[in-house]
């Protein structure tokens, strides 16, 4: 038998994924002691079952010993196979030692996942120099994509749109994004000079001055890339820009900043945020049925 856990903060998407499967939800009590801190119980018997926690792992520093207890409690009592649902992968980043004594955080948080748990299921994680999670995950690991689901949004909700990637690295996902919204595509040129500061140059747009642009990007953090193109491409007389992202990370207030700069801004629920509108409950639901 099959069940799923919910860490604190992903109770709705858990519960969207337990009715849509069918398995059953095993309540989950966590709290914080007076000196931080984390207190937490499986309220109910996990013996034998194969479980999937649900969490997803944006800002895990404050989550992350949570549910390394949570794993390690399910496995002493008696689970028979324990998965971890990310919705959203954290610390892909940092995959290459860019000056001296650097962690290479992305092997190392993989290392440690991989000893809690038996297999992972994530969405889009933000690979750059890796062609797959198996280079660094040494339990199996399914990886779902949202492209289509983007794409679908943009057919239903936006009247002749031209898709617009942040950088030349994104042009084959763009590519199949605008393909299945059957819109025209450009991508943008984008150098990043510091965590906040990015510079980013389009192309002539001029042929598409009647279309309604929507920028595309897996995750949006600082926001500063989609600021950045939304200038551009009003500078070039086109409308306020749409924006889609998969991931809804908006540190700090790039939320707001964004507000500003777009027509308007929706992700997907990979991370719980106002600017969900796009589920990825099926796509998950759809890849624990197939395990």
């Known amino acids: 038998m099959r069940a799923f856990l919910a860490m604190p903060g992903n109770e709705t998407m858990a519960a969207d994924l337990a009715e849509r499967t069918s398995r059953a939800l095993i309540p989950l009590e966590t709290r914080r002691f007076p000196d931080g801190e984390s207190y937490v119980r499986i309220v109910g018997d996990v013996a034998g079952l194969e479980l999937d926690i649900v969490c997803t792992l944006a800002r895990p520093d404050a989550q992350f010993l949570s549910l390394v207890f949570a794993a390690a409690a399910a496995r002493e009592l008696g689970a028979a196979r324990i998965n971890l649902v990310a919705p959203y992968l954290a610390y892909m980043r940092q995959d290459k030692r860019f000056k001296p004594g650097e962690a290479v955080s992305s092997t190392h948080f993989a290392s440690l996942l991989s000893g809690l748990f038996d ?68 991508v943008l040129s984008k150098t990043r000079l510091g965590d906040r500061r990015v510079e980013v140059a389009a192309p002539d747009l001029s042929a598409f001055a009647a279309l309604q642009p929507v920028l595309i990007d897996d995750i949006i953090s600082s926001g500063r890339s989609m600021i950045e193109a939304a200038r551009q491409i009003e500078a070039q007389g086109l409308s306020k820009p749409y924006c889609l992202a998969v991931h809804a990370l908006f540190a700090e207030d790039s939320y707001t900043a964004l507000q500003q700069a777009m027509a308007r801004i929706v992700t997907t629920d990979t991370i719980a945020h106002p600017s969900n509108g796009i589920s990825v409950a099926e796509l998950l639901a759809a890849a624990v049925r197939r395990d």
């Open 119 to 186: 297999e992972l299921i994530t969405i889009d994680p933000h690979l750059h120099r890796r062609r797959d999670l198996g280079e660094i995950f040494s339990i199996p690991t399914r990886v779902e994509h949202a492209a289509a689901l983007l794409a679908d949004w943009i057919a239903a909700h936006a009247r002749a749109p031209l898709v617009i990637g942040p950088d030349s690295e994104s042009e084959q996902w763009v590519a199949a994004v605008a393909k299945r919204a059957g819109a025209p595509h450009v």
